[in-house]
């Protein structure tokens, strides 16, 4: 006749057991989970900032009103890998006399154009020789200026929306394509101005 406390025994030893990680050496289990964690947010958030998004604090008056000097932005990376800028977008590129820099201005002239500025208008002469002046509601203090530039394939002409106080391509020329960095998606401080999308403003086809 078998022992009932030596079958109670057996199945008690045959069970399969759940404990807390680290039980057995809290400190140990600890610490072993805090690294975990942290490779694996590593993992997760670094692709994502270094290759798809990335924040941006605006500083200076360039391009005021649409951005204030120290507004907070998320700047999208990856959407420029699938389709080109357009005139009218605001981008973040990295400067091109001294690529450690980064500027925010936005798209006027694009590659193959020919943009010319007479007094405060800005006529833009398409590859096909058509002409159009820009309509642009989103720009401060226009200046006097007066320049012809002709774009080459992967040449963008960028401009401040702030005229009378940015350094743009009316000074050190044109933005080369490989130079962009992305566009902002989210300005999320002050949290008065939150908004998607900032700044971008789509030109119709007759402007």
């Known amino acids: 006749m078998e022992d009932p ?7 008690e030893e045959n069970q399969t057991t759940a404990k807390r990680p680290g039980e057995d050496a809290p400190m140990r289990g600890f610490w072993a989970e805090t690294l975990r964690f942290t490779f694996i947010a590593a993992l997760i958030i670094l692709p994502i900032r270094f290759f798809v998004a990335q924040p941006f604090v605006v500083s200076g008056d360039s391009m005021v009103p649409t951005f204030e000097d120290g507004e907070y932005l998320i700047v999208d990376e990856i959407s420029y890998r699938f389709q080109k800028p357009a005139r009218g977008d605001v981008v973040i590129f990295r ?3 001294d690529r450690k820099k980064f500027f925010i201005k936005r798209i006027i002239g694009l590659p ?3 943009v010319a500025m007479v007094n405060d ?6 590859q096909s020789g058509a002409t159009k002046e820009l309509d642009e509601p989103y720009t401060r203090q226009k200046r006097d200026d007066r320049l ?4 080459k394939d992967g040449e963008y002409f960028v401009l401040g929306d702030n005229r009378a106080a940015s350094s743009d391509s009316r000074v050190w020329g044109t933005l080369p394509a490989g ?3 992305g566009r902002p998606i989210v300005r999320l401080f002050p949290i008065s101005r939150l908004d998607l999308l900032p700044g971008r403003y789509v030109f119709s086809s007759s402007k």
């Open 5 to 11: 406390a030596a079958e109670k025994n057996v199945n």
């Open 95 to 97: 400067y091109p006399r």
């Open 112 to 114: 193959g154009e020919t």
């Open 121 to 126: 208008r800005i006529l833009i002469t398409a």
């Open 148 to 151: 012809t530039v002709k774009l």
């Open 179 to 181: 130079n962009i960095v």
